[in-house]
T-cell receptor, first 111, second 114 residues
Framework: QKEVEQDPGPLSVPEGAIVSLNCTYSNSAFQYFMWYRQYSRKGPELLMYTYSSGNKEDGRFTAQVDKSSKYISLFIRDSQPSDSATYLCAIPSGGYQKVTFGTGTKLQVIP | DSGVTQTPKHLITATGQRVTLRCSPRSGDLSVYWYQQSLDQGLQFLIQYYNGEERAKGNILERFSAQQFPDLHSELNLSSLELGDSALYFC?????????????FGPGTRLLVL
């Protein structure tokens, strides 16, 4: 079983829609969870990171962790064409020295 | 712009050759991480250095090696290159006292092995 699993998509939504991106993980000891955004031909950009369970909000983005089901989500409200990118969930391990990434979900927001 | 720089941006070489990829971390960052991103494997952690010392190792092949120099820049050496080594190679850095949970990525080096 992979440590982190993510639906690769692609996901196509109309502008203004609420987007839900999800990952599952296997190790219940994980405590930090991150979301990265990667535009085509660019490096991943850290969007948000959360610790343990609950929600964290930053503008139009909300990260949610459900440790009981080992499920993490990123919600994007009022999605914009500029949100079109690949979104990767990531979990640090090994004493926070290494990071395991999901395969990424490619999102396209149609104007 | 994350502040992490990588050179070269593109590299085309032949099988069996050796290449060196260079990374300069953000000012003040002591940790450098190397990743490989390919279409079939996604983003894979290779190796991490902290202030010149190796700290963590991931899925790095024996043909690959890295080091971090006293000025904190890092180099990833890839030798006996194979077609399957064609990928994007990213470097990331993080603050002292913080781990990989707050790392910032460079723009990457695109390697094509023919």
């Amino acid at each position: 079983q992979k440590e982190v699993e993510q639906d690769p998509g692609p996901l196509s939504v109309p502008e203004g829609a609420i987007v839900s991106l999800n990952c599952t993980y296997s190790n219940s000891a994980f405590q930090y969870f991150m979301w990265y955004r990667q535009y085509s031909r660019k490096g991943p950009e850290l969007l948000m990171y959360t610790y343990s369970s609950g929600n964290k909000e930053d503008g139009r983005f909300t990260a949610q962790v459900d440790k009981s089901s080992k499920y993490i989500s990123l919600f994007i409200r009022d999605s914009q064409p500029s949100d079109s990118a690949t979104y990767l969930c990531a979990i640090p391990s090994g004493g926070y020295q290494k990071v395991t990434f999901g395969t990424g979900t490619k999102l396209q927001v149609i104007p | 712009d994350s502040g992490v720089t990588q050179t070269p941006k593109h590299l085309i070489t032949a099988t069996g050759q050796r290449v060196t990829l260079r990374c300069s971390p953000r000012s003040g960052d002591l940790s450098v991480y190397w990743y490989q991103q390919s279409l079939d494997q996604g983003l894979q952690f290779l190796i991490q250095y902290y202030n010149g010392e190796e700290r963590a190792k991931g899925n790095i092949l024996e043909r690959f090696s890295a080091q971090q120099f006293p000025d904190l820049h890092s180099e990833l050496n890839l030798s006996s290159l194979e077609l399957g080594d064609s990928a994007l190679y990213f470097c990331a850095s993080s603050f002292p006292g913080q781990g990989a949970e707050t790392q910032y990525f460079g723009p990457g080096t695109r390697l094509l092995v023919l």
